[in-house]
């Protein structure tokens, strides 16, 4: 079937608790919901948005105190590879995996050979293989990509800025794209937006649907300085990527209540650490072998397939996510989403019941 060319998580059944989609356990702030009924109640679905979304640009801006004029508004963080590509052309990429795997059927659709490049394992985290991209730069003459996610998503794993501005000078002619969807939902994470002041060969993206929990209405925004790309990119985005509802919320949201918004966020923050915190202390006691991870979710290895670990927990309704189809993860691999308290205990007493049942 061709909708099975891709593997994502958020295809939970409806009687199954989702660990599978990493967004914001808390939900979607009140204010957020309260514009959005708003919206509704005021038919702005009637109306195309602004296709400049310049109001959008500057609510955006102005929450994270950026610059409006090197903002493209994307419908999803997503977008912005396929845009990317589109405009740039790049005779080679080099990619970080495993990650986000959309890359994959663009990359084999275009033709477009490409570089993959394995993070490292270290028992119970993996870290970057820095000098293998130091290596590889000495032969990299034309144009390129580099795409990473910071943190990584599946692994967790969070990229230090310093190792990233090194990237940027070794590889001056390529242009890095730093995936930065689950950052403001991780500690230990810095930003690499303050890099773009320095560097023209860097663009950063952002989703805004992680961060507050709308996956539905599909926002993100992608960031750099280099205003020869900016260009091409406006040329060749489709005028209304964002939905009017969409367009709409935000543009209000991120102005109207960018305080309260950015206390959302910092909780958020800190529920997710113990949460965490939580579900690695019980994977532990469970012997489930985890990776350390500083993101809203966890990837763990268990001892059995993980379909059949998933099969056996969507009996008990709980879904998680079947990490085996991430390039170099294993058949035993699956990523299980930060939830709330009450969640997070449900999944660890339903693996530990599959557990026994496997063991008995």
Known sequence: MLYQLRAHGGTAPSNCIDFSTPINPLGVPEVIK???????????????????????????????????????????????????????????????????????????????????????ELFDRYTLPFNILSSLSKSIHSRCIVLFSNPNNPLGVCVPVETIEKILQMYRRCIIIVDEAFIELSNNCESTLRLTRDYENIIVLRSLTKTFSVPGLRIGFLYTSNTN??????????????????????S????????????????????????????????????????????????????????????????LGVWIRDASTFQSLTKYHGRISVKLRKDNERLINVLKSVLEEEYT
Request: charged share 25%.
């Open 252 to 315: 209000r949201a991120l102005h109207e209540y960018r305080d309260d918004l950015r206390k959302f966020i910092e909780y958020s923050k800190h529920v997710i650490e113990c949460e965490r915190q939580f579900l690695e202390q019980s994977l532990h006691k469970l012997r489930i072998h985890f990776y350390r991870s500083s993101a809203p979710f966890i990837l763990v290895r268990f001892h059995t397939d993980v379909k059949y670990i998933g099969q056996s927990l969507r009996r």
């Open 34 to 120: 309260q514009i959005i009924c708003e919206s509704i109640k005021d038919g702005v679905y009637s109306s195309y948005p602004d296709y400049s979304y310049k109001m959008l640009r500057e609510a955006v801006a102005e929450f994270y105190d950026i610059n409006h004029e090197f903002i493209v508004p994307l419908n999803g963080a997503a977008e912005a590879l396929y845009l990317i590509v589109g405009v740039e052309r790049p005779t080679a990429a080099m990619i970080f995996e495993p990650t986000f795997g959309d890359h994959r059927p663009l990359f084999h659709i275009l033709s477009m050979n490409y570089i993959s490049i394995q993070y490292t």
């Open 229 to 250: 790309l900016l260009y091409k990119i406006e040329l060749f985005r489709q005028p209304w990527n964002l939905n009017s509802i969409t367009n709409y919320v935000f």
